[in-house]
């Protein structure tokens, strides 16, 4: 499951009570207070780590809660101070502010931030032995933790979004390209979340590919379920349209390709003319040459011919990939 905002409570922990307490030892008459002090509660912290690719640790915890201190107790022992609570979320988390929408940190990876604080220990009535008060009645509570409302949303941009009508391999091809582990099946709709995966050819030339569920007619009115993920692929900067050769359903692949960029364009003019490289699925299949010919015909496009389970045609459409992608950020960002 993809999670990409989450509405949680972080509270700190409370801070231990300071302890009235006397020294009562046989032999040692006025022994003297010696309540020790409470500990501080734990801060509740985020850390932004690589590796964490989704809210969805998050998304069913209303409450984050670290825990208190403990109280001061007698003979002078201060109460444990809290361990603070680091949650990890993934690089690219926003951390908003839910009562006013204020961004409080947007976090890279390895930064943190203080999410809510833990409160202070109270003072015992050690504290409060004075030349003129030997025997002091008083000491103070712990305080309360922050408590804070959280907005975070994860601002994960996919460097390149894979669209295509259910079944056209797309997750079979970001599984071959990337360490990602979508699921795979021979029916429609198998992929109901997107799927993200970074695609490494070299050292210096990496990017972030999403696999998102298979659009269909209607998509930008809301039906099936590519419509909430629309959204995702708005924000790549290059579409990787794949085409399959022989739909089960008997389609025609040229009429499917043009379906699908109808409903881009209708869901939005600018991913209706965001750039696209167009791809024929499963090229290891007989005869699919002629209907990637087809379609390259019809499109006016190269069609990048590949096959995700026997490894044909990947190189050269990574390198497409590559290649484009750097045109579109042009010199700012380096390889
Ligand atoms: N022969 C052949 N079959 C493939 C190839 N790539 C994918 N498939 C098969 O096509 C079917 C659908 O693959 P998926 O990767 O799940 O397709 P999808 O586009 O992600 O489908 P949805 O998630 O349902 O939108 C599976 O049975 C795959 O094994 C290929 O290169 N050659
Ligand atoms: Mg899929």
């Avoid at 030997?134 to 669209?163: F, H, M, N, Y």
């Avoid at 995702?232 to 399959?244: A, C, D, N, Y």
């Amino acid at each position: 499951m993809f999670v990409d905002q989450v509405h949680v409570e972080v509270s700190g922990g409370r801070g231990g009570h300071g302890c009235i307490s006397f020294r009562r030892e046989k032999y040692v008459p006025r022994g003297g207070p010696d309540g020790g002090d409470g500990g501080d509660g734990g801060s509740v912290i985020l850390v932004a780590k690589a590796g964490v690719n989704s809210l969805v640790a998050l998304a069913n915890k209303h409450h984050i809660k670290a825990r208190s201190g403990n109280n001061g107790q007698g003979s002078g022992r201060h109460g444990a101070g809290a361990d603070d609570l680091a949650i990890e979320v993934p690089p690219g988390t926003v951390v908003m502010d839910s009562t006013n929408g204020l961004v409080i940190k947007d976090l890279a990876d390895g930064e943190t931030v203080i999410a809510a604080r833990g409160g202070k220990g109270g003072r015992g009535n050690t504290r409060f032995k004075s030349s003129t008060n030997q025997a002091p009645r008083q000491a103070t509570e712990g305080q309360p933790g922050e408590v804070r409302q959280l907005t975070l949303e994860l601002k994960v941009i996919a460097d390149v979004g894979l669209i295509g009508l259910p079944n056209a391999g797309k997750s079979t091809l970001l599984s071959r390209v990337s360490a990602a582990r979508p699921e795979i099946a021979d029916y429609p709709f198998t992929t109901k979340y997107p799927n993200l995966g970074m695609v490494q050819l070299d050292l210096e030339r990496t990017f972030v590919m999403a696999d998102i569920p298979g659009l269909i007619e209607g998509a930008s009115d809301g039906v099936g379920l590519g419509h909430d993920f629309l959204k995702h692929i708005e924000r790549s900067g290059l579409l990787v349209h794949l085409v399959e050769p022989f739909p089960t359903d008997q389609t025609d692949p040229v009429e499917n390709w043009k379906s699908i960029r109808k409903e881009l364009a209708q869901y939005s003019e600018s991913l209706g003319q965001r750039p696209e490289i167009l791809v024929m699925s499963k090229c290891e299949l007989p005869e699919s040459d002629a209907v990637a010919d087809d379609l390259a015909e019809a499109s006016g496009e190269q069609v990048y011919k590949i096959s995700a389970v026997t490894g044909k045609g990947l190189p050269p459409l990574l390198n497409r990939i590559v290649t484009q992608l750097k045109e579109e950020r042009g010199e700012c960002k380096q390889w």
